[in-house]
DNA sequence: ACGTTATAGTTACAAATGAAACTAATTGCA
DNA sequence: TGCAATTAGTTTCATTTGTAACTATAACGT
């Protein structure tokens, strides 16, 4: 062992991970750096977050939904949807009624203003995703998509909590 | 126009995202899941958030950082990093000092604890990733290396937030 | 030397999030 | 029927996080 130890790159005997090459890491950046991209296009004109997107998201796409399907599709867990629901149906972007046999369930469907808001948010969010993919060639966006259906099948047998994370 | 619209596969005059092939969604799921998987490990054993952990690590591999390179190498922002520093050093996994010349700077250290506490959780962390990776082939891994690099390259010109979201 | 500006880090407050408890309606089945 | 167990959704409370303001020290320009 040596005797006086120099500070910057230290500490082979710990075997010390390295963040930059460590998948977790490098994912979990990336996955920010671009949603936020597309979030802050919209956050500050529609005043919505990513959450409530993801809500009229589905909405846009599956007409009638109850929340707990929301839920479902969106990976967000049921309080969250309760929430962006609360907020979207009190400023008008999301109707709710309620289901005629079964009392409990809502009635989901976007407003005239939750779809003239969704009309100006989708293609903006999928020119954000262009320009991120326009990073890749034609090759690698496959091996991208390949990669990425790999790797979230199979959530390997055991515990934990899953979900998207806004 | 329908007079009436059947309820669940609908509005596509609207081109509503498909959120399942919508690649920012694909890796918010991702990530989360992921990063989930491994701090479920330790998260328990040592009552340690991903945010301590991610401070944990680039102590390890560089003693004597500042807060500031300390945020520098998490991506995270410099009031994350001043709270986790805080429990860190409370609860003695981390030793703060202050710089002889500069007395704004701390020059902060794994201690004794924070070094065990290292060597156990990063060979868990590496196994955890080790068994995500496990689910390419070789030749997918050497893709995704490649994929992720150029993804992150290049943050687009613009404006934005960037960082970790534990 | 001295005031201005920049930097390191912390604190305070508001908003977002998560977990658990809770209400209400429905289902299953004895 | 009638009551225990499920399911849909909301509310409450504690914790976390983000933003801005703040303190302290250092650097810069004159």
Redesign the interface.
């Known amino acids: 062992m040596p005797a006086k ?1 120099k ?5 082979a005997e ?6 930059e090459h ?17 979030a ?1 296009d919209y956050q500050s004109r529609f005043n919505i977050s990513v959450t409530e997107w ?1 809500v009229m ?2 909405l ?5 939904l109850s929340a707990r399907e929301v839920a479902e ?3 967000m867990d049921k309080v969250a949807v309760s929430r962006a629901l609360a907020r979207l149906v009190a400023v008008g972007r999301v109707d709710r009624a309620t289901h005629r046999t079964d009392k409990r369930r809502s009635v989901l469907n976007l407003t005239d203003a939750g ?1 003239a808001i ?2 100006v948010v ?2 903006m ?2 020119a ?2 262009r ?3 326009a ?2 060639d034609a090759e ?1 966006r496959a ?2 998509n ?3 259906d ?7 047998t ?9």
Do not use: M
């Not at 460590?22 to 597309?38: C, E, G, M, W």
């Open positions: 130890r500070s910057t790159p230290a500490a710990h075997a010390p991970l390295q963040l460590f998948l977790p890491y490098r994912l979990s950046i990336l996955s920010n750096t671009v949603s936020q991209a597309i802050d993801r998201a589905v846009a796409r599956y007409e009638g599709r969106t990976a779809w969704h009309d989708a293609p969010a999928r954000r995703e320009e991120v993919l990073k890749l690698e091996w991208l390949r990669i990425l790999k790797l979230q099948k199979a959530p390997e055991g515990s934990g909590k899953r979900g998207a994370g806004n």
